[in-house]
């Protein structure tokens, strides 16, 4: 960089913009890709200001000790923190951090001004090192490397309370800057320039995401922790904020938002053979439907509240992922089956043609069933044996509630009935309150309606 005139400086930087390669600049100017990168993000955060002939700025102690803060403390990248002071090279930074390090953690100000010849001519001397030397040396850094070790602790520590008492002072000049001139306000709280604004900007950006912080956090909770960052955009997109998905999840991130995880554990099974009639599969895994009451599916799962079983046995429209009905039982009985049935005829009178998929469960294979679901002129279909993806829609609902309210949460119920009343809570969620992003930030019962409102 340093070998660069002003004029080709922006002369890179708009060949760049015009969509000339960084190869090609690279090549022309005889500088490296990476010196081409750092030139024009300079100018992009900068200005042409920033480029400047002559000797290189001169950066104060408090100046350089902050900006090393930045990388060892917060763990800034060096490059970030270069473009953004407005180095006109990274490697200054670097330098500088070497020099911090060689003078154990301090920094030392250079004084302006030529250096003696005297301290040129020791720096060229060169001492020739015996065998002894060499494992002196060895020693004294094997000790350098612990006292590094605890100082840097230590150092961890100050600079975070150092922080703190910053914050404080910058806050404290910030509502005085209405009355006093902000150099007044600098010289008698002894913080230096650039640390007021480093402190200003960076409160800046936690101000401007504020509000938005709170409304993530709203809903994440008001969920349950069951809104992962795709959801939650929906559902900030339905509340009329529009914020991109990246940022959403970023912030979800810093404040450590992570929705409940999926976990597998070993399924109900109510097959018991061929014991009655085993009808043909119609559905072969689609489970897309143009319309409510196209297709639905049923099943039985079962939830083990410390050796006590209750059974769901629900209903679910293929049409925006509906639960029609279901039903709570101690027993995975025939009478479960026959009331949740019931239930959802009792609100859907249209069933004609509709088609009703299971897997191959005993309940399912009954006579009862099946003459029932004949009177409702009703299509039976079946998984085939031991094809559970054949009834992946119900698969993927009861991995959903299972993980959402019940996978370690069980401490949370102290007994069946208070799992049933969850149970019920949960499913009345899912159907008016839990957004899709397949239906477009809709819940299930609006994304039916919706469709119902237009067929009548």
Request: aromatic share 10%.
């Amino acid at each position: 960089m340093a070998k660069l005139t002003n004029e080709q400086k922006i002369e890179i930087y708009e060949r760049r913009l015009k969509g000339e390669s960084l190869k090609s600049l690279s090549y022309n100017f005889n500088i490296s890709i990476h010196n081409v990168q750092y030139l024009i993000r300079l100018i992009d955060k900068h200005g042409y200001s920033i480029i400047r002939s002559g000797k290189n700025q001169y950066y104060s102690k408090e100046f350089k000790e902050l900006t090393l803060n930045r990388i060892l403390i917060n763990k800034e990248s060096i490059n970030s923190v270069a473009v953004d002071i407005g180095l006109s090279s990274d490697g200054i930074l670097h330098s500088w951090i070497k020099k911090f390090k060689e003078n154990c953690y301090n920094v030392i100000e250079n004084k302006r001004g030529r250096k003696s010849k005297t301290m040129t001519k020791i720096k060229k001397s060169k001492k020739i090192l015996t065998k002894e030397d060499k494992i002196k040396d060895l020693e004294r850094e094997i000790l350098y490397l612990k006292a590094e070790n605890e100082y840097l602790k230590k150092l961890n520590a100050l600079v975070q309370k150092r922080e703190q008492q910053n914050k404080k002072g910058v806050g404290i000049i910030t509502e005085l800057r209405a009355k006093y001139p902000l150099k007044l306000l600098l010289e008698i709280s002894d913080i230096a320039r650039a640390t007021y604004y480093f402190y200003i900007n960076k409160q800046d950006k936690d101000l401007k995401n504020q509000d938005i912080i709170e409304k993530i956090k709203e809903i994440f909770y008001a969920n349950k922790k069951r809104y992962g960052y795709r959801r939650i955009t929906l559902e900030l997109k339905n509340q009329g904020i529009n914020i991109n998905h990246k940022k959403v999840l970023r912030l979800m991130n810093k404040l450590n938002l992570q929705s409940i995880t999926h976990k597998r554990k070993r399924k109900y099974s109510s097959y018991q053979g061929t014991i009655g009639k085993i009808a043909d599969n119609h559905i072969k895994r689609n489970f897309e439907a143009n319309r409510p009451n196209e297709k639905w599916f049923t099943d039985v799962t079962e939830f083990n509240l410390r050796g006590s079983e209750l059974y769901l046995s629900p209903i679910l429209d293929a049409y925006g992922r509906y639960i029609v009905s279901y039903n709570l039982s101690l027993s995975p009985n025939l009478n479960q089956i026959i009331d949740m049935l019931e239930r959802a005829f009792s609100v859907n009178t249209d069933v004609n043609n509709l088609t009703l998929h299971s897997d191959q469960g005993w309940q399912y294979q009954h006579s009862f069933y099946s003459k029932r679901l004949e009177e409702k002129n009703i299509i039976q279909s079946m998984s085939r044996k031991g094809n559970s993806l054949d009834n992946g829609l119900m698969e993927s609902f009861f991995g959903i509630i299972k993980t959402e309210m019940f996978y370690g949460q069980e401490k949370n119920y102290r007994n069946i009935e208070e799992l049933k009343l969850a149970i019920e809570e949960y499913i009345d969620y899912y159907n008016n309150k839990r957004i899709k992003v397949k239906l477009k930030g809709l819940t299930p019962a609006s994304y039916r309606n919706q469709s119902l409102l237009i067929n009548n």
